[in-house]
């Protein structure tokens, strides 16, 4: 399994919104709606932001939203706000209680 | 409140295995409700799902390193561990321990990290 494709790099103004893809196979992101993402900030362990294609955990702001279309998701950060400068990681269930990761993708806050 | 703490070697010779430990406080890692695995992360590169470990003893793993890695776990001490065999620099990594719910597919309980260094 190859690890899925995301842009190397979004930005946005405080205050806009940035989307950022996630392109897998029908045998990943278009085969289950499993789609979760996560967010790293520098030196710190990941955090999950988004599960289920478009669930929320708790304590996640509801700026955060996620998509999917066929083989590719999406996470769309709305009212951009400094602190969600990081990078951010999508996964999918692969079956078989496989996973995949994205190769991530570091957005910068203007 | 649960908590994962990765341990083990900071530094590992080519060849040689790699071998690390999650411990768990504030959770089971017995109960039936979890799996418990690990995940890398080469300096400056993205994230990749090593394998997991169920109660049951069943084991799953990345087909790309199924050759190497073992996953095992000590019920009494609460803890889980890695084996990853013939390890090279390109086995250079943060390594991570990761919760996943049954039933669920996504981690949402992190060790903190532990980075472990191939090099003679």
């Known amino acids: 399994q190859s690890a899925l494709t995301q842009p190397p790099s979004a930005s946005g103004s405080p205050g806009q919104s940035v989307t950022i893809s996630c392109t897998g196979t029908s045998s990943d992101v278009g085969g289950y709606n499993y789609v979760s993402w996560y967010q790293q900030h520098p030196d710190k362990a990941p955090k999950l932001m988004i599960y289920?294609?478009?669930k929320r955990p708790s304590g996640v702001p509801d700026r955060f939203s996620g998509s999917k279309s066929g083989n590719t998701a999406s996470l769309t950060v709305s009212g951009l706000q400094a602190e969600d400068e990081a990078d951010y990681y999508c996964?999918?269930?692969?079956?078989?209680?496989?996973?995949?990761f994205g190769i991530g993708t570091k957005v910068t806050v203007l | 409140q649960l908590q994962l703490q990765e341990s083990g070697p900071g530094l590992v010779k080519p060849s040689e295995t790699l071998s690390l430990t999650c411990t768990v406080s504030?959770?089971?890692?017995?109960?039936?409700?979890?799996?418990w695995g690990w995940i890398r992360q080469p300096p400056g590169k993205g994230l990749e799902w090593i394998g997991s470990?169920?109660?049951?003893?069943?084991?799953f793993y990345s087909p790309s390193l199924k050759s190497r890695v073992t996953i095992s776990a000590d019920t009494s001490k609460n803890q889980f561990s890695l084996k990853l065999s013939s390890v090279t620099a390109a086995d250079t990594a943060v390594y991570y321990c990761?919760?996943?719910?049954?039933?669920?597919?996504?981690?949402?309980?992190w060790g903190q990290g532990t980075l472990v260094t191939v090099s003679s």
């Open positions: 289920d294609v478009s």
């Open positions: 504030g959770g089971s890692i017995s109960s039936s409700s979890y799996y």
């Open positions: 990761a919760r996943r719910d049954w039933g669920k597919y996504f981690f949402d309980y």
């Open positions: 996964s999918s269930y692969a079956g078989s209680n496989n996973f995949v």
């Open positions: 470990i169920y109660y049951s003893g069943s084991t």
